[in-house]
């Protein structure tokens, strides 16, 4: 997984959390590893911003490997739990 789809989603949360995110181009239609490691340290990073607790993270080699998607899929769900709740109080 390249995480692209998880720095928009995030993006769709908060605005501009992941401020750079890189997408393939039809010419290159497969990122680097380097920018695929990138898009998700970001898409991490901005998970601990927004509130994310730490053992609700998972780890760049889950998403990169495509192995231990229950973890990430507690993280996303977690990334909604918390936003979700910060959104309840401002109401």
Not at 30 to 36: E, G, P
Request: net charge positive; glycine share 4%.
């Amino acid at each position: 997984m390249d995480g692209v789809v998880l720095c928009h989603l995030v993006n769709q949360i908060r605005p501009r959390s992941v401020g750079s995110i890189h997408v393939p181009s039809p010419a290159v239609p497969r990122l680097s590893m380097a920018k695929c490691r990138r898009n998700v340290e970001n898409f991490l990073e901005a998970c601990r911003k927004l509130g994310v607790p730490e053992e609700k993270l998972c780890l760049p080699h889950h998403i990169l490997e495509e192995k231990g998607l229950m973890k990430v899929s507690i993280t996303v769900q977690a990334l909604l739990d918390v936003t979700t709740t910060k959104q309840a109080l401002i109401l």
